[in-house]
Every structure is written in C-alpha cells, then in structure tokens.
C-alpha cells in the first residue's frame, strides 16, 4: 500500500500524527459503523463534510493504522436511471432553461437600495375575452382579428346566381315559414320628408273652424254639445261624432247623430272603406269626409230645426266663449263634427304637413270640397276634438257602429272574394280542363245568387 506522502489525491484537512489513537466515532443512524473526521481540524471551515462510510466498504478494503479512506461527496439528488443506448442511436437533448444575469448593485455600508428587483408574475385571467387563432392547415379556426395567411387558406365559395357562378359571398335575408322574405321596414327620407305639403300649399284650404282645444276643456265641450245655448240667428244645427276601426286590412268608420236634442238614444251609419288599408289616419280623414257629406244630404231634413224650448246651458257657454265661433258668425245654419284624432285636424288645420299624393291628399280634398259646399249652403261649420275612450256617449256610439261597420265588411269580403283566388287553390295550373270550367261555372253562379 503506498504511503500517505505519495498519494496523489491533495488532502483538505490536516491528517492525525502516527502516534495518536483513531478516535471512535458513534455510527451514523443510516449507515452503520464508520467513521467520520473532525471537522474542527479541517484548514477550511468552508469545507464540506466527509461523507460517512459505509460498514460494506470497510469489509472489502483494509485501512492502515492513521490512514483515513477517502469517499467522494455524494450529489443531493437521484441518479439518473440507466439508458441502454443501441449503437448508431442519438439521445434527445433536453431543454436547457434560459438564465439571464441579475446586473450587480454595489451599495455602501449602512445603506439600503432604493429599488429591489423583484419578479412581476401576470396575473391569469379566468376566462380571457379574446381567443386566437390556432394555425391548422386541416382546418380553419375564425377569430376577431385573423391573419392574413389564414384568409389566404380560407376556402373559395362559388355562390350561383339564375344559374351563374357567383365569387361575391352574400348573406341571404332570413324566410318566413311561407317562403317568402321578410318585408323590410321602411323609413322616410331625406327626399320624401321634403316632398311632404300643407293644405294650404296644395289648395285644400277647410272652409269653418278647427278647434285646436283638447284636454279637459275638449272633454267638456264634447260631452256637453246637446245642450249648448243656440244663437238666435241659428235655425239649423246638426251633431255628428265619427270614428274608425280597422282590421287586417280592412277598415270603416261610424258616423251618429242623436234622434233629437233631448233624448240620450243615438241613431248612425257605417261606411266601409272600398280599398285595403293600412293606416287608421286615412280612416279618420275618411270619417270626417264622410260625415261632412251626410251633413250636405241632411241639413235640409227637419230633424235639423233646433227646438227653442231645449234646455240651454247658458253658464257652460259662458265659461267657453273662446272655444267656439257659434256666436260670431252670422250665418242661420250650423254643423258640429267630432273626431277623436287630433292629427286629423292639425293636418286640416293647415299645421301638419302630409305626402301631396296618396289617400291621405285625396280624403284631405274631400274635406275641402265638403266644407266648401257648405259654406256656399249658408252652414257654419266647426271641427272639435273628442277624447276617445274617455266615457263620451257620442264617441262611445261612434265606436260601437264604426266596429259593427267593420265586422259586416269583413263578412262581406269573404264571401264575395275573386273566385279565380279560390280555383287557383283547387286547380292544379292555369290551364283548366272540362271538369274545372264547370266547377267554375257553379262557383261564380253561387256567388251572385
């Protein structure tokens, strides 16, 4: 065995002289006997411990008197498990973690840095709003803000159009259950908004007086009509209330006077209006023109003579002096109508506008005529508001005929329909055979009957 002054290996620590004893050293929990050197006699206190011995390799090797065996330091952690590794074969070479190098702060003694390096984590989100893209190429994934790599790989869609390759992709508007689009909602322009005219821009002046109260004093005034102070030049008075109701596509109104002055019982008439319609503005026009016109008609009839021994509401009358021209004019024959649509009369007024063309302009016209013919008859005409549904028996009237008007239009239009609309459901195509002619024969001589 070579001597201690030739070993190659240098020494950290200092060995014990040849005539001092190998001190006993107590066996270590885990690995049995050994023995272990003083740390006290090391030259660097820096210096790791040895590892302890274990009893297996005192056995397989034999120490001299004073000589200490020597153990590498042992690595904290686990060795690696073996690989076998065949010839020609290349291992894969792990991921090596990036370091960067934290610069260096010298500070002085007794002094504290002002800024500490910290590490900023992000904080995860738990659900982020934005997703990306994730780049495929057997698929395509749609994101907010797509590269232009992927649209480049978007697949092409050929639409056809009557027939046609179309490269222009189009949304289509969505169907009803029938088939048919839906009907899109229209807004006035621009360009119709100033096409739109006043009465007494297109000459349709309303020859009478337009009432432009409403409110209470309206309500007051319609409830109360029957018993308004009559003029001493007046010998003729008539009162009518009008009103409309409308129902897929069908629309009349409902003009009634009271039988006389003192009874509470009213008597009317229902006029259906001859076309489809869609708007209850051109039924209440309507109404008025229609009312105006049984006004010329009737007020030649006696139920037009007033009745001096009436009772008068002289009190009321007083307290709406301002609200009625009755007194003022100097005519012998007077017409009160009633409506209870206040843009009617604002547009017979002169103070809304209306299209210049349209069933709006022609029952607008109408009215113009009426009033008119009355004016040059020696009638006195005045328009007023009535509040609907506010418990006046004249617009209650007017309401129940203008809807029983309408349910027996309703009635009538189904029966009388155009009979081609109804073979065209039976037929099967334009071209009828003998058998078909003939059921058209019965049909339409059904009907007239």
Known sequence: MPSRD?????????????????????????????????PKHSKDCLAP????????????????????????????????????????????????????????????????PSILLTTAYATLQPNPSHRTAIEDEGRYVRSANPSPESL????????????????KRKRHSPQSGSGLPQPKKQKASTEQKKTK????????QFTGFVSPIDGADALDIATNILTFPIPTNVFKRLVYF???SMRSLCGAVGVVWAGDFTSTEWEGK????????????ILELYGISCALEMA???????????????????LFFQSHLNQTRSHLHGMN??????????YALKRIDGTLSYPPNGDMSSQLAAISRHSKTLGDLGVHVELHLSPGHSGIPGNEAADQMAKSALNRHQRQRKKYQPAKNQMEKTSAGPDMDKDSVYKWHILTSTIEQ
């Not at 006043?198 to 000459?203: H, I, Q, T, V």
Request: proline share 18%.
């Open 197 to 204: 005219r006043f009465c007494w821009e297109l000459g349709q």
């Open 242 to 244: 009008c009103d409309a």
């Open 152 to 167: 480049e790989r978007r697949p092409q869609v050929n639409v056809h159009v009557n027939g046609k390759p179309n490269l």
């Open 6 to 38: 030739s070993d190659p290996i240098p020494k950290v620590w200092d060995p014990l002289p040849p005539h001092t004893p190998l001190p006993t050293v107590p066996d270590p929990p885990e690995t049995g006997e050994g023995a272990l050197t003083d």
């Open 270 to 281: 229902g006029f259906p209006y001859p076309m489809d319609i869609k708007s209850t503005a």
């Open 333 to 342: 024959k007077e017409v009160f109508i009633f409506t209870d649509d206040v």
């Open 49 to 112: 411990p040895a590892a302890p011995v274990t009893k297996a390799e005192l056995e397989d090797e034999e120490l001299e008197e004073g000589e200490i065996k020597e153990t590498p330091p042992t690595s904290p952690h686990p060795p690696p498990p073996s690989i076998d590794i065949q010839d020609g074969e290349i291992l894969p070479t792990p991921p090596t973690p990036q370091h960067f190098l934290i610069p260096s702060i010298e500070v002085d003694d007794e002094e504290i």
């Open 296 to 314: 010329i008609r009737d007020i030649e009839k006696p139920r037009a003579n007033v009745d001096r021994k009436q009772p008068q509401d002289n």
